[in-house]
């Protein structure tokens, strides 16, 4: 999204000068531009991946030139009014913008009208999302979905609110839903039944972990509400869904105007007078960081969320020993001892990757009445020149973050300035993480067009259109040392039918193809698209393109693997004269507004998806 054009880490972590130049001269006989080396670079990392993955043989399917067979989007067909998805494939929209889920099921008219309504029905920004099965079943579950932004132009049609009704209306258009849908007769649907509800910013929510009841949070016996920019979100491995707060500065403001002065946290979490403009400190005093009556809310913001699909009547819940940051989204694995172990990158230019894990069995803390979340260590992440790296531990206990905070609770909800202060990397934008079968785990590095010096690990200055990182971990995920390398740069697939820029959302599926999405101006004509990769091979395939202005994002399959959902956010931008998407014209008609909405996409033969 735009607002990310902003820098708030001013700290001089910059380790890595000239790094990438001493470690391509170790490693490649190849002299020139940083592009050329990049591509040997990329090309000797898929070598050693494919070395590596025949070694262990691990969750590869059976024939490795088979695991993705499909007939890929082409350039001359990936920049249409319309979707594009491969000729094997076929998708049914599910869930646009306005869909009523919850009783008495209002129904949407060319944007939602009042704030009651919207309540009850899907929220706008789709983003991460999960399907958890009901009863095993591939053709019945419960989708928790994000909504991760909408503009008020695109929500209510007006660019700032007049009222507090608007500014309800925008809140309520924010935040989580809690689906269930079935398939019938080879259709999806909406089902209207018990799980569903909607979780927007005037949710009542819990606090759980070290930051629980923390003076930082304001006045304690003032109850807790909300979640919002929820961007991607990850799964527990006890059912549960995490949703992630990724911009959540931008929703605060000040009505002191251009009086008011961020103290140094708040500057290093980018809040300022205006935040993104939504104004809902004109109307509602809790958005208001001058407001005495709401000291300490903007800290309540800025955390994973659990969620309990299943359990309606159960609050979400702030999981505060994960950090504060701007959580993009959370990739959760399980590691030595049965440890709980969670991936998080944190969207800034210049930010970091974070590790969690857990401080023992996972299923013996829940037998204990205790989340594995709630008691743990944090991590941020150290990429040296050699290829390895260190997990820096966020904890009080460090002299040097002792003596710039009083308890761990400080440190937590100013996780950025303790991992400044350890020497965390600063990267290029890290978006999605996930684990793969083979132990490896990647995050997406989406771009950073004010970087000015390269390093080993953001290897292109400026980095116009991103890279994909990727690491294995010591000690079954729970060690502090890691070795790591580029899986890609996105660049050095612009001029080929494997042209993508802006890498964002990515899965690692269990038969090890890595499914990339991406948010941002792509090259060679195209709209924003989702592909799947082999890291064995090197091979991309591009297996769905979106329309004009909107971004592709958010991925979840069912237990079978037969049906995969994704998102479109933002089509056209809200402007219909881009496209008046999910209704298909050939030319935009001007007037319908375009809506976010979900792709449930399947293989013409029913196979799974990927393939
Ligand atoms: Fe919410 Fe960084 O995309
Ligand atoms: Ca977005
Ligand atoms: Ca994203
Ligand atoms: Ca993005």
């Known amino acids: 999204m735009t607002v990310d054009d902003f820098v708030s ?20 006989v190849m002299a020139g531009s940083l592009a050329a080396a990049a591509t040997t670079f990329f090309a000797q ?10 070694a262990n043989g691990k969750g590869m399917a059976k024939g490795q030139a088979d695991l993705i067979g499909f007939e890929p989007v082409t ?28 009783a008495p099921y209002p129904e949407h008219v060319n944007g939602s009208k009042t704030a009651a309504d919207q309540e009850k029905q899907i929220g706008i920004g789709h983003d991460g999302m999960w399907f958890f099965p009901l009863s095993r079943n591939s053709d019945r579950g419960v989708i928790c979905l994000n909504h991760e932004f909408g503009r008020n132009t695109h929500v209510y049609g007006k660019a700032g609110p007049e009222s507090l009704e608007d500014v309800r209306l925008s809140q309520a258009a924010h935040g989580v839903s809690v689906v269930e849908v079935a398939e019938s007769g080879g259709s999806w649907d909406v089902v209207r039944g018990g799980y569903n509800r909607r979780i927007t910013p005037n949710t ?20 807790s509400f909300g979640t919002l920019n929820n961007c991607s979100s990850g799964y527990t491995p006890w059912g549960t869904y995490v949703t ?5 500065n931008g929703y605060f403001g000040s009505t002191l105007g251009e009086d008011f002065v961020p103290d140094a946290a708040q500057e290093r979490y980018g809040f300022t007078d205006t935040g993104f403009g939504y104004g809902w400190e004109n109307y509602d005093g809790r958005w208001d960081l001058s407001n005495p009556d709401y000291d300490g809310e903007y800290n309540r913001f800025g955390w994973n969320v659990e969620i309990d699909p299943m359990n309606p009547d159960a609050a979400p819940i702030k999981r505060t020993a994960m950090g504060r940051f701007k959580h993009e989204g959370v990739a959760f694995t399980v590691g030595r001892g049965g440890r709980v172990v969670a991936y998080m990158g944190d969207d800034q230019r210049f930010d970091y990757i974070y590790k969690f894990v857990s401080d023992s069995n996972y299923k013996s803390m829940l037998a204990r009445g205790m989340s594995p979340l709630d008691h743990g260590k944090l991590y941020v992440a150290r990429f040296d020149e050699d290829g390895t790296g260190q997990w820096l531990e966020l904890t009080i206990d460090d ?5 710039a905070f009083a308890d761990q609770g400080e440190v937590l909800i100013n996780a950025r300035v303790a991992a400044d202060i350890l020497g965390a990397t600063p990267m290029d934008r890290p978006e999605w993480t996930t684990v793969a079968p083979d132990g490896q785990v990647y995050c997406t590095l989406t771009n950073n067009s004010r970087r000015t010096e390269a390093d080993a690990a953001n290897p292109l200055a400026p980095n116009a259109d991103g890279h994909i990182i990727r690491w294995t971990d010591t000690d079954q995920f729970t060690g502090t040392s890691f070795e790591w390398d580029i899986y890609i740069i996105a660049e050095t697939t612009h001029g080929t039918e494997q042209s993508f820029a802006d890498p964002d959302g990515l899965w690692a599926d269990p038969d090890g193809r890595i499914w990339i999405q991406t948010d941002g101006g792509q090259k060679d004509g195209l709209n924003n698209q989702m592909l799947v990769s082999d890291p064995a091979t090197g091979q991309i395939s591009r297996l769905l393109t979106g329309v004009p202005g909107d971004e592709i994002t958010g991925l979840t399959v069912t237990p079978d693997r037969r049906t995969l959902f994704a998102n479109t956010q933002h089509p056209g931008n809200g402007d219909p004269t ?33 393939t």
């Open 578 to 610: 881009l496209t008046n998407f999910p209704v298909e014209n050939e030319v935009p008609d001007g007037v319908t507004i375009p809506r976010d909405c979900t792709f449930v996409i399947t293989r013409k033969d029913g196979g799974i998806v990927g």
């Open 9 to 28: 880490n001013r700290s001089d972590n910059r380790p890595f000068e000239d790094v990438l130049r001493a470690r391509l001269s170790r490693r490649t």
């Open 399 to 403: 002299p040097a973050l002792a003596a």
């Open 45 to 54: 990392g898929t070598a050693g991946a494919a070395v590596a993955s025949r």
């Open 75 to 102: 350039l001359a067909n990936g920049g249409g009014v319309n979707p594009s998805i491969s000729p094997d494939y076929q998708y049914q929209v599910l869930i646009p913008w306005g869909t009523p889920i919850v």
């Open 244 to 248: 992630c707060e990724e911009n959540f």
């Open 204 to 223: 009542p929510v819990e606090f759980a972990g070290p930051v629980a009841g923390h003076p930082a949070l304001g006045d304690t016996s003032r109850p």
